[in-house]
């Protein structure tokens, strides 16, 4: 199936036809994980993260600065080389 790119503000979309949107199980107000590997352009449904602050981290969980940013590190790594095998 073929979908002509528009232009939204500054940025690019593709209309994704219904029919595909419900097989994938995606509905308005989903969030989609977008990539490119060797040119091609996946999207994969996902669950976003509820939002959470430092202070809230530090405060309910005992950890440091520290400790955020060392886990930041980690879950960058994570989802960097995860994209690069796929």
Request: net charge positive.
């Amino acid at each position: 199936m073929e979908k002509e790119v528009i232009q939204i503000g500054s940025s690019l979309a593709v209309i994704i036809p219904r029919p595909v949107a419900q097989a994938a199980g995606i509905k308005k107000g989903d969030y989609l994980d977008i990539g490119n590997v060797k040119g091609e352009i996946f999207m994969v449904p996902v669950t976003p993260l509820r939002p959470v602050t430092l202070k809230g981290i530090v405060s309910s969980k005992g950890a440091s600065q520290k400790d955020f940013t060392q886990t930041r590190r980690t879950l960058s790594k994570s989802f960097h080389k995860k994209w690069k095998t796929f």
